[in-house]
């Protein structure tokens, strides 16, 4: 059964719409996938993500981690970033709990989009960090919001939650929208060669928390 629900923000009405809900078997374990729509946005086109549930998420602040699209390191198996291993470290931790879930964003190279994320990597080849090629394309170094996943869990029912992350961005937008962060859980894996410049300057210019 489709749920429709209207959430607010203080800067604009906006609607979370679930528009999707299957059964979703992983070799992680079983899931419920969920496909959500936040209508409307700015450029008019809406943003739309997914969320896997597993197990009872309200008996206790499930595990919650709020993933952005990687064609490149999900699917491909890129060393230059670690997001393929943080997306697997996030499911084997939701998996060992029984419980948990993983919001998925349709925000490919923090929002810039698939070509400009190329684009960044030719730049990013002649010497230039992520932040530094984001910029010399004319994007900020990170173009997301994390609103839409705010609203998801409102629309699951979640109100507090332990977050597998280490961007404080994150945090602060999931508070700010009356999400309650009980724990920030760690989400650092063991960098590739390729992938320790691209995790300094996360660390170093993004204020991203490392041990």
């Not at 203080?10 to 070799?27: G, I, L, N, W, Y």
């Not at 960098?191 to 995790?199: I, Q």
Request: with cysteine; aromatic share 6%; proline share 5%.
């Amino acid at each position: 059964m489709a749920l429709s629900l209207h959430l607010y923000n203080k800067s604009v009405s906006t609607a979370a719409e679930q528009v999707a809900s299957a059964d979703f078997p992983t070799r992680w374990g079983k899931f419920r996938i969920y496909g959500f729509r936040l209508n409307p946005v700015a450029n008019g086109k809406p943003e739309e993500a997914v969320a896997l549930v597993m197990g009872d998420v309200h008996a206790s602040p499930p595990l919650v981690r709020i993933h952005s699209q990687c064609l490149t390191g999900d699917v491909f198996g890129s060393l230059r970033c670690d997001c393929r291993q943080q997306l697997e470290m996030s499911l084997t931790m939701i998996a060992g709990e029984g419980a948990g879930i993983l919001l998925y964003e349709q925000q490919e190279g923090r929002g810039i989009g698939l070509m400009p994320k190329l684009q960044a990597y030719a730049l990013q080849d002649s010497g230039l960090d992520t932040v530094e090629a984001n910029e010399q394309l004319g994007f900020k170094a990170d173009h997301r919001e994390f609103i839409l996943p705010a609203k998801i869990l409102t629309a699951l029912g979640v109100e507090r939650v332990r977050l597998m992350s280490n961007n404080p961005d994150k945090v602060a937008a999931l508070e700010h929208a009356g999400i309650e962060v009980v724990e920030r859980v760690p989400c650092e894996v063991k960098p590739s060669e390729h992938a320790e410049e691209y995790l300094r300057t996360k660390k170093e210019k993004m204020g991203h928390l490392f041990t």
